[in-house]
Each structure stands twice: as C-alpha cells, then as structure tokens.
C-alpha cells in the first residue's frame, strides 16, 4: 500500500491529508526561498565581482521601502504558518464527543490496549472505519509515544497521567503502529499494528473477542473489595465521601474555592493523592492507594465511575458499555456488551 508521493506513508485519517498539506505548503515555501536566495546569490557573486585589484567599491546608502518589503512579506508568509498550524493543532487534539473509548497502557515494550467493552489486545488495535476512536493513554513506566504514521496522529505518553488522542480512519487496512520516544533497550521492538476494518466485520470481531469483563465492571469489583463503597456510596450513603454518581465531566467545587472538570486525570489525582484537590465540604480523611491499584485497576476504576450516573440523569458519557457507538443512525457495535 503506497501513496502516490513516495516519500509520505499512506493517508487514511480524516486529517491525514491537512496535515500533508501543511507540510507541503512549509516545503514549498522553503525550498522557493532557498531556490530565490541561492540564485541571487551566486548572480551576485558574478554581477558584482571585483574587475581590477585596486577596484573601490561605491559606497551602499540604506533602503526604508527595501526594509520595509522584506520584513513585511516573511511576517506575513510566517503568520499563515503559525495560524494554519495552530488551526490543525486544535482540531487534533480537540476529542470530539462521542467517540468510541479504548483504554492504552505502555510498558516497556509492548502497548496494552482495552476497549470498552472488555476485549484486551496487545500490539494490536482493531477498529471500525469512519468512527472516531478516542484512545485514553498512560504508561506503567516511562514515557512510550503512540504514532500511527498513516492517521499523522501521535502523542507522548506519560507516566503519572492521562493523554487522550483521536483519531477517525478512513480506509481500511493494515497500519503500522509505532513507539515513537526511545524507551530502553527494546524501544525499536515496541511496534503494533491498527487494523480498520469494516462496521460489520468489526461487530464479528468484537462479538469473537469476548470473555473478559468490561473494564466499568471490573472497576465496579474493584470499588467493592477495595472499600470505596463504605465512604463513597453510590447515591450519598456513606457521607464521608461526595458521591461519585454523576460527577464525571461536570465541575466540582473545591476546598480553595476554585472549580475543576472531573476527567479521568482528575479521578486519577483523587485516587492517588486524595488531599491534592478536595472537594468543599469534605475532610482530608480518604487515604492514598498509590501502590495499590496498578495503572489498569486505575483505568478500570475511572470507566466505572464514567459510568455511575445520578439519579433520573440520562447517561451522556462514552464510557458505558451500551454507549460506546452513540452515534445516531447506530450500527450493530451498539448491542455488543
Ligand atoms: Cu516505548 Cu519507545
């Protein structure tokens, strides 16, 4: 699978080509300055070369319209780059609503990947084409860096947070997947593949792929045997504890006064270190369970709590297993638990 410029990989992204566009637009500008300078400078070089050694040259007297042209016209030519760039940098790193959540965790040397709906891959990410998919990432040790050449889509993953990328394949296929941060002696053999199948085949290959729980339930296991429940009831109970049905994605009043949207990074934070954001109200009494949860219980854990909702509240998040194909006009993903 080539494409028809052989120096780029293969575009199979919604963004893919905007950002070969950008590129070519910075290479064009480039190599037509580099072409227009060279030029000038070697017709220099013959035009004003010295003709008898005692040759006096005369002297140069300043240009303001000179000056002016030639600050004025990279200004310009410099800020399209600079909104262009930054226009494309938004629309990547913006995940959209809706997209269907898959859970990665990178370990020296593989990447673990979860979805939604239980099925665990390794090195290997199976996908439906058209859909946006939003990967939520972290790593259990150093930083690993997800880079799938062909959707020009790639992020740093960190130890100790979540990055979220996005992404919406085109076509589909077989795409290379790469560790694109050195990461230790084998960082070269942290590869994987995306696979983009086809809504159909996709519904087949999930529906051959079950047999682990879903990460929410996992969590909801969790919850239980790690005593979560006896502070933070589901509906209040408890009182030790605000109550977490409902929470995700609106802001919480903290003790400072200030607010802050719960996201996954947030929950995270309140598992690990519970005083770094309380929530008004409520005394510095939950302990730290860092050191008891793996970065997978973590991220089990906050897809229960994604999914908790409060009373009489229609689920809106992603992150529920009947939800993760939410798009109107459903396919057959929808029924697949
Ligand atoms: Cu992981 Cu390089």
């Known amino acids: 699978m080539q494409s028809w410029i052989p120096l780029v990989p293969e575009s199979a992204s919604t963004v893919s080509w905007k950002v070969d566009a950008l590129y070519f637009y910075l290479s064009g500008v480039t190599l037509f300055f580099s072409l227009l300078i060279g030029s000038v400078l070697i017709f220099f070089v013959i035009r004003y070369r010295r003709r008898t050694p005692y040759e006096i ?7 303001h319209k000179l000056e002016t042209i030639w600050t004025v016209i990279p200004f310009v030519i410099a800020m399209t780059m600079f909104a262009w760039g930054a226009r494309l940098y938004f629309e990547q790193y913006k995940v959209p609503e809706n997209a269907i959540e ?35 990432m972290t790593t259990e040790d150093v930083i690993h860096d997800f880079f799938v050449p062909a959707f020009r889509t790639k992020a740093d993953v960190i130890p100790g947070k979540y990055v979220t990328l996005w992404f919406e394949a085109t076509k589909t296929g077989r795409y290379h997947l790469f ?8 960082h070269s053999g942290m590869i994987g593949s995306v696979i983009v199948m086809e809504t159909r085949e996709f519904d087949d290959w999930l529906s051959g792929n079950v047999g682990s729980t879903t990460p929410a339930a996992a969590g909801q296991q969790l919850y239980q045997t790690l005593g979560c429940a006896s502070c933070h009831g589901a509906n209040g109970e408890g009182g030790r504890g605000p109550t977490l049905a409902g929470i995700f994605g609106n802001n919480q009043t903290l003790q400072t006064g200030d607010t802050v949207r719960v996201d996954e990074g947030y929950i995270r934070t309140s598992i690990l270190n519970p005083q770094a954001q309380l929530v008004t109200g409520f005394g510095p009494i939950m302990p730290t369970f860092q050191g008891q949860v793996s970065e997978d219980q973590l991220v089990q854990l906050i897809a229960y ?3 908790l909702h409060a009373e009489g509240q229609t ?13 109107p006009g459903a396919s057959p993903t929808q029924n697949i638990r």
């Open 179 to 186: 560790c694109a941060e050195y990461c230790g002696m084998n």
């Open 315 to 327: 689920p809106t998040t992603a992150a529920s297993p009947a939800t993760t194909a939410p798009r």
């Open 57 to 63: 040259p005369r002297p140069v007297a300043g240009s």
């Open 305 to 307: 709590i994604k999914s």
């Open 102 to 136: 898959v859970y990665v965790v990178g370990k020296q040397w593989m990447w673990k990947l979860q979805h939604a709906t239980g099925q665990r891959e390794i090195n290997e990410l199976h996908v439906p084409v058209n859909r946006k998919i939003k990967l939520i």
